[in-house]
């Protein structure tokens, strides 16, 4: 079968953000004289099947293993309470305690969860640091980067399994096709697919484009995902949209062997949502693009402002999406003084191309001077602000 994001005449290219990094790699001090791999960020609509991808699409191996891999399920007070409600809600939803693998487990904080509810749990992730760490909580991880040939020495390993969990990981694939043949593979007949990623829909209503970027190959639609599925005989059995990541699409997927049609209709309903939104056509995109043309010369203009006032211009939050926005807008240690964060794996280093310094939080006691803030880590803005207030009440911030 072949891949459904070669190039065709029929695919309508939608962004151009210029050239980028890999956004979850930060930069070590002994390594910021050399030069990190840098590729073209552009993205690009398949009409027919609904499916949003990214034109150059990079390593898969020196994504997540050239450079330490840096975003951990636990990094944030925000993170753990929705990995923890999320255990629960699985548990209340899914009685049956069977065997659980979880791909792209991560350091393994929502299997130890979904452990203590009684479900025999199994994780793999594509980087072997990240691998690592959740061995080290005496979890059974397995470092693999998933796919169908994969899928096969995994269920060697552990047989088939009830549950496959996927969060932040299929749009991470280089082969879609391949990663869904691989769930077919190791799943029951009557088993579940669980999987979750950052919602096109929700991304595209606040023009928002910082979740671009090289780790996502695909962005997901209910049209694409139903689609997706319905290629390797299995079916989009329900969704619904969660907070996460400033909304996220959470999938219910099952083997298309005795199909239960009562979702259709919500199903139906969701499509027609995004295809009114007007998400498989052009236009929508030439719109946005002039947003964000205009949204950049307004932060200019603020920065601008605050520089002429002796402000020190900081970030805060060194997430993946900051690296998009920081590249995409032109900010680099000469406009942006340093950026904090609370990552133990992100403290001390830089990001990639802009070579910004990343603190810890608590750097903002120290600083006596005039200091303005962008929040890089929009989606838990509030939290940040009243966290960041506490220690250094003058805190003034430029909002995007």
């Known amino acids: 079968m072949k891949k459904f994001y070669l190039k065709k005449k029929s695919n309508i290219k939608i962004f151009d953000l210029g050239n980028h990094p890999f956004a979850d790699t930060f930069i070590a001090k002994n390594d910021l004289k050399k030069k990190e791999p840098i590729y073209p960020l552009r993205c690009v609509l398949d009409k027919k099947s609904g499916c949003i991808f990214n034109e150059v699409i990079t390593s898969d191996k020196k994504r997540y293993n050239l ?24 548990k209340k939803k899914y009685n ?12 393994g904080f929502l299997l130890e969860h979904l452990n203590k509810k009684g479900f025999e749990s199994y994780g793999c992730d594509a980087s072997k640091f990240i ?3 959740s061995k080290n909580k005496k979890i059974k991880v397995m470092n693999y980067i998933f796919d169908f040939k ?10 088939k399994v009830d549950y496959v969990i996927a969060n932040n990981v299929v749009n991470h694939s280089n082969n879609p096709d391949d990663f869904v043949k691989g769930v077919k593979n190791i799943l029951n007949d009557d088993g579940y697919f669980i999987f979750e990623q950052p919602y096109w829909l929700e991304m595209m209503k606040t023009s928002r484009i910082d979740q671009i970027y090289h780790e ?12 997706l599925l319905e290629r390797h005989g299995m079916f989009l059995y329900d969704f619904e949209i969660t907070p996460y990541h400033g909304g996220s699409l959470r999938l219910v997927a099952k083997k298309d062997i005795k199909f239960d049609n009562k979702n259709q209709k919500k199903i139906n309903f969701g499509i027609n949502r995004e295809i009114k939104f007007g998400l498989f056509n052009k236009s929508i995109y030439q719109n946005i693009n002039t947003k964000l043309q205009n949204k950049k010369k307004i932060l200019y203009k603020k920065i601008d402002y605050f520089k002429k006032k ?3 211009i900081i970030g805060i939050g060194a997430a993946a999406k900051a690296n998009t926005f920081l590249c995409y807008f032109g900010l680099d240690n000469k406009i942006i003084d340093f950026i904090t964060d609370a990552s133990k794996f992100k403290i001390g280093k830089s990001t990639p191309k802009t070579r910004i310094p990343i603190y810890a939080d608590e750097k903002l006691k120290k600083i006596n001077v005039k200091i303005v803030a962008i929040i890089l880590s929009w989606n838990i803005s509030n939290i940040l602000k009243k966290k960041l207030k506490k220690f250094n009440k003058n805190l003034k911030f430029i909002d995007l």
């Open 131 to 133: 691998s690592n760490l």
């Open 150 to 159: 994969n899928s096969n020495k995994i269920q060697k390993k552990i047989g």
């Open 310 to 312: 002796n402000y020190k």
């Open 67 to 90: 450079y330490d891999y840096s975003y951990t399920s636990s990094n944030s007070n925000y993170s753990k309470n929705y990995w923890r409600e999320y255990a629960i809600e699985f």
């Open 96 to 107: 049956f305690q069977g065997k659980i693998l979880e791909v792209g487990c991560n350091d």
């Open 216 to 227: 996502h190959i695909t962005y997901f639609t209910i049209k694409f995902s139903k689609w």
